[in-house]
Structure formats: C-alpha cells, structure tokens
C-alpha cells in the first residue's frame, strides 16, 4: 500500500518497456500505482498497488484515480497508446499535462490526417462507414490500399491489399465494427517507397518552454526493406503481417542531410501543433514514410516510442529517457548540465528485432558501432534465443 508521506505517481501500463521507469520510479522513493489489463503485467511487482484495468477505458480508470486523488503528483506513460488517459486524468488532477487537444488528435487516425491536409504531404484517404462506400472507393487505388482502425497505433489494426482487391462483406463488416463505439474505418492509398532505403522512421522529441531539447531518429525495418531481406535470417518473415515492423536501428543510418530534413518537419509540426506556446516540457513524436513522392508523416503522438527504442536501445546508447519522462510529468524543468545527462548518447549502434510466434512478438538486440557486425550478432542471439527482456535493464532488484 501506498505511504503517503511520499510523492505518488500513477504510471499506466505496465508491461516489459515500462520496467525502467517503474524500477527508477522506486528507487527514487516514489509511491507508485501502476494500471495494465494483464493481471500478470511485469511493472506489477513494483508497485504499491496495481489496478487490472484497460489502459485506455477511462470509466474503469476512475476508479484508479478516487483510489489515489488526494495524494497524486503526477501521471505518466511511456512506450504505449495510453497517452489520451494519461493526459486526461493529469488534467482533471490539475497535474503536469500535454494540452487534451493534441492527444485527441493524435489518438484518431481520421482526425490526424484532417489535421495534416494542407500542411504536409498526405496519402489519399477516405473515411469509411458502409460496405457499399468501400466498394465505390477500391478503384481509385491504382497501387492498392491499406484498411485502419481509428484508434489503433503501429501496425494494430492494419491492413493491406492490392489494387481492385475486395473484401467479402462479412470480413469487412468484422473490421468496420472492430471497435463498438466509432463503427468507422480509414482506407488509404498503399504508399511505395524509395528503392533501397530504409522506408519508415520514428523521429522522438523532447520540447522544453517551446525549444526541441531532444531529437532521436530511429530507422524502423519492414519486411519491404532490403536491409532485412539481404541480412536478416528468412524465418522471422515467416508470421508476419502487412505493416508489421521487424525490428529497428538507432540511431538511423540515414546521411545527415535527410536527418536535418525530418527536425525541420518535426519543428514544423510542433508549431502547428502548437508546442512553442507549451510550458514546460512534453514529448512529440513521428513515424515518417519515406515514399518516392518524398516523407511522409504516417503517426504522430505526445509519447515516447513503444518497440524498445525508448526503453531499450535508448538505454543502450547512454539516454535517460525512463528517468526524464518522470521529471516531465512531475512539471519539473532541466537545466543545460541535465539537458547533456539525460538526452546526450553515446557513439554506439543497437539493433533490435523482433519475432513474431504464436500471436507473441519476442525482442531481440545488439549493441556495437559497425552496423555490418551487428546483424552477424543479431543471428547469433536469435540462434541462441538471448531475449531482450532478460536483459539486466529489466531485471533489476530493488
């Protein structure tokens, strides 16, 4: 149970990616409650109290926050779609938040993409409400089309086909009436992408007082890629599904050239989402496509990276990310001297991938600072079954 001479921090989601911000959270003296819909959720062990609730149900959360009301200093994610709660529940508390707008926004793949239109390069979408609405739309994808669930990240939700390709109405209806509460599906041109470059990045921020404090990018690898095609072992292509990731680099190999291309999309779309008039700090991020036609902002949200790049390869490479986001959601500021321990990383290289079995997605990862030696350990690892998450990051005691 909570003691309540202490700061009480409320951290939704527990899974493996949160366990070195729950570990930090409690060897810095915190309470801390941790909600998760896994009754068996990793972060559980360190917490004060662990509530088995969805993440993104705010009724049932309700009853996480009247538990902790009183003595509550601040509410966080880290690496999960919970971002929405988070924010809203910080805002009923009048605790640390990212403005409810962006995180609406955000959350809503319609709704981003409305936002988007005229300000960047978009793909050409509709959103769906009707079988007959969707047959009258598949001609006018030349290169295909992919089907989204509104309120899914990543590749949850995703769905891809070839042009004049058709869904028989009972398997569209399944995925019309996939969440109960919009009855809605977003279709969209499949975009192709440059030939032999890697095809998606995540680009993660950090903005203080309106400045970009913190800029990582992360190349994602896609079974489209040849990076993976040419180095990585044939099997683990074997379970997966259109727009699922296989792993990533960070940092990006990209030249610094197109590095600087992408802050200057990220500081772009911070302005128009209005990040410079943010007090204090808050996090932004962006999965950008690098399609022929140029990038192409696929995602975006105010929460660091899900799929280890905040939790585990920016660990690897020095970043105190775990630690930071703490700092963010208590409002507290970092001067010039934390700015360097807290986002300055190191000159290394990680690989991370993943596999996915029996409707699990197993981690994997490397560490190094030649690129072409870290697929040959990546092999090894995966040949040896060595998991991420046996790593001693997360396995640490208190």
Known sequence: MPTYDKKTLWMIAGGDMQIPAAFYAKKKGY?????????????????????????????????????????????????SDAHYTSNYFAKRNKLHHTNLKISKICKNKNLTRKFLYGKFPQPRSFLLSSYNEYLKKISRFNNGYTLKQLNLSGSKGFHEFNANQKLPQKKFLKLLYFNKKNQKILMEEKLLSQKNKISEMSAETIWQDGKIIYFNCVDRIFPRDDIGLKKLPKFLYSNYKPGYEI????????????????????????GFLGYKKLKKCHVLKADIFFSKSGPIILEMTPRLSGGYDSTGSGIARGLKLSEAIIRICLGERFNKKEIKTYFKSNN?????????TKNKRLFYSTTGIKINNLFKNIKRNIKKNILLKNNKIFNQKL
């Open 31 to 79: 309470n801390l409650i941790v909600s998760d819909k896994n009754p068996s959720a990793p972060c559980k062990k360190y917490a004060n109290k662990f509530f088995c609730i969805d993440i993104v149900d705010l009724k049932k959360n309700e009853i996480v926050e009247k538990f902790v009301k009183k003595n509550l200093s601040g509410i966080f994610t880290i690496g």
């Open 247 to 270: 792993g990533h680099i960070n940092p990006s190999l990209k030249p610094k050239k197109e590095i600087l291309k992408v802050k200057k999309i990220m500081l772009k779309l911070g």
């Open 348 to 356: 290394k290289k990680v690989l991370v991938i993943s596999r996915y």
